[in-house]
C-alpha cells in the first residue's frame, strides 16, 4: 500500500475514533443538561407550592387571610369576602395558567357559577 494512502487511511480511522468519543461525550453533556433541567423545574414546582401555601399570610396579599380557603387544584384556593367570593390562583416568577386553570377562569369570568344544595337523611 502506497505511504500517503496508509497515512490517510491512518488519519481517517483516528478522525472517526475521535468522532465517536466526542458523540459519546456530547450525550453524556445532553444528559447531564437534562438532568439540570428537571432538577430546576422540580425546585421551581415546589418552590411554588411552598409559596402558594403561604401567601395569604404575606403582607402582600390584599384580603383577610381568615377568609381564605386553600384547595390546591385547579385552582390555589377561594377567598371568602363579606360582598364577594374570589377564586383565587398564585403564580410565582413567570408561571403561566394551565389549561385547566384556563378553562376555570373563563367559566368564572362568563358567569357559570352555581350554587346547589344537597340534603342527606340517615335513614
Request: charged share 25%; net charge negative; proline share 3%.
Amino acid at each position: 500500500m502506497d505511504p500517503v494512502v496508509a497515512t490517510l487511511v491512518g488519519l481517517c480511522a483516528v478522525l472517526v475514533l475521535l468522532l465517536a468519543v466526542a458523540i459519546g461525550r456530547a450525550r453524556a453533556l445532553q444528559h447531564a443538561l437534562d438532568d439540570e433541567l428537571s432538577r430546576q423545574k422540580s425546585l421551581s414546582t415546589t418552590y411554588g407550592r411552598i409559596t402558594e401555601q403561604w401567601f395569604p399570610l404575606m403582607e402582600a396579599y390584599p384580603y383577610d387571610a381568615q377568609g381564605f380557603r386553600f384547595l390546591g387544584s385547579p385552582v390555589d384556593g377561594v377567598q371568602f369576602e363579606e360582598d364577594r367570593i374570589v377564586f383565587v390562583e398564585f403564580k410565582a416568577n413567570r408561571s403561566q395558567l394551565s389549561s385547566a386553570q384556563r378553562r376555570v377562569k373563563r367559566l368564572v369570568e362568563e358567569g357559570y357559577v352555581y350554587w346547589e344544595e344537597f340534603h342527606f337523611t340517615d335513614e
